[in-house]
Nanobody, 126 residues
Framework: QVQLVESGGGLVQAGGSLRLSCAASGRTLSRYHMGWHRQAPGKEREFVAAISMSGGSTYFEDSVKGRFTISRDNAKNTVYLQMNSLKLEDTAVYYC???????????????????WGQGTQVTVSS
């Protein structure tokens, strides 16, 4: 099993930036595809971004394309989500998740991720 712990959330003004980190323990992160999801109050959890095991492929939800980047440092067992030009609608609890599946057809699906962190709150203010 892998344990995931997110950090880096907080309160930021609209237009600002935050970098979220997801630190893994228990197993090496290089065995997993990694994703970030978020859940705003009263809304369903939604996909934000994902990165393949090797880091060679990345995927983004349309509303964050061009503003967010995802990266991984397998040597540090950590995945990052750099969030720029933050908007009010980015306010949510952000979760990282790990998928051990060899082949993934749709990184957006929450069901492909077997392990989840506890989440970190991101609040964007006007």
């Amino acid at each position: 099993q892998v344990q995931l712990v997110e950090s880096g959330g907080g309160l930021v003004q609209a237009g600002g930036s935050l970098r979220l980190s997801c630190a893994a323990s228990g197993r090496t992160l290089s065995r997993y595809h990694m994703g970030w999801h978020r859940q705003a109050p009263g809304k369903e959890r939604e996909f934000v971004a994902a990165i393949s095991m090797s880091g060679g492929s990345t995927y983004f939800e349309d509303s964050v394309k061009g503003r967010f980047t995802i990266s991984r440092d397998n040597a540090k067992n950590t995945v990052y989500l750099q969030m720029n030009s933050l908007k009010l609608e980015d306010t949510a609890v952000y979760y990282c998740a790990a998928s051990p599946r060899r082949q993934v057809k749709d990184y957006r699906l929450g069901s492909i991720y077997d392990y989840w962190g506890q989440g970190t709150q991101v609040t964007v203010s006007s």
